[in-house]
């Protein structure tokens, strides 16, 4: 099973990305999807998640950043508006292959699978 994350890039301040993360291999349908990013120095951090009961998003990115997936639930996607520098991390996608209660979804270590992380900076 390999997830590979794409889509990161240096950006201004105010600007938009989206992020990809395609799987592949193995049983590509996953009962949750999620996007964690890690700061320099920093440890890795929730950032969204999409499961069958809905959408999760930690509270620095509510309303800026918006969670999906493709029809065939095999492509995860995060759109990122009005990023500032603060966003600035290496941004890593993560799949369960069984459901995941809320409390659970922030703890990297309830996630089963990890792609290898996209690089976003955002500065002027």
């Known amino acids: 099973v390999q997830l590979q994350a794409s889509g990161g890039g240096l950006v201004q301040p105010g600007a938009s990305l989206r992020l990809s993360c395609a799987s592949s291999g193995g049983s590509a349908t996953y009962y949750v999807m999620g996007w964690f990013r890690q700061a320099p120095g920093k440890e890795r951090e929730f950032v969204a998640a999409s499961r069958r009961g809905g959408t999760h998003y930690s509270a620095s990115v509510k309303a800026r950043f918006t969670i999906s997936r493709d029809s065939a639930k095999t492509t995860l996607y995060l759109q990122m508006n009005s990023l500032k520098p603060e966003d600035t991390a290496v941004y890593y996608c993560?799949?369960?292959?069984?459901?995941?209660?809320?409390?659970?979804?922030?703890?990297?270590?309830?996630?089963?699978?990890w792609g290898q992380g996209t690089l976003v900076t955002v500065s002027s």
């Open positions: 993560a799949a369960s292959a069984s459901s995941l209660i809320v409390s659970s979804l922030a703890t990297p270590e309830s996630w089963h699978y």
